[in-house]
C-alpha cells in the first residue's frame, strides 16, 4: 500500500498506539484525520469527536469527514483497542 498519496480516518487515534499509527500515515505523506472522544488535545492533526458505542456520534462524524475530506479512501478503526475476549466462547460472537 503506498502511504504517501492516502487520506486516512483513524478511530480510536487520539492516544497511544492509534495517535502514533496516525502520525506515522502523516509523514509518510498521506492525509489523516484522527477521531476519537478526546480531541482537543490532538493539536497537529486534523480531528472528528466520534463515539463509537453511539449510533448518532458514528454518523455524525461519518458525515463531517466525507463533507471536508470527499477523497478519503482508508479507515483504520478502534486503533490500539485491546478488549479481553476469548474467540473460543460462542457467546462472545453474540
Known amino acids: ?3 504517501t498519496t492516502r487520506t486516512i480516518l483513524v478511530i480510536g487515534g487520539t492516544s497511544g498506539i492509534g ?3 496516525a502520525r506515522r500515515f502523516a509523514a509518510a ?3 489523516v484525520i484522527v477521531g476519537g472522544r478526546r480531541t482537543d488535545h490532538v493539536t497537529d492533526l486534523p480531528t472528528v469527536r466520534i463515539d ?3 449510533d448518532d456520534s458514528v454518523a455524525a462524524a ?3 469527514v466525507l463533507a ?3 477523497e478519503l479512501d482508508t479507515v483504520v478503526t ?3 483497542v485491546m478488549p479481553l475476549e476469548d474467540l473460543r466462547d460462542p457467546s462472545h460472537f453474540a
Open 1 to 3: 500500500m503506498n502511504l
Open 19 to 21: 495517535l502514533g499509527l
Open 68 to 70: 471536508r475530506f470527499p
Open 29 to 31: 505523506g498521506s492525509t
Open 62 to 64: 461519518r458525515d463531517e
Open 78 to 80: 478502534m486503533s490500539g
Open 52 to 54: 463509537v458505542t453511539d
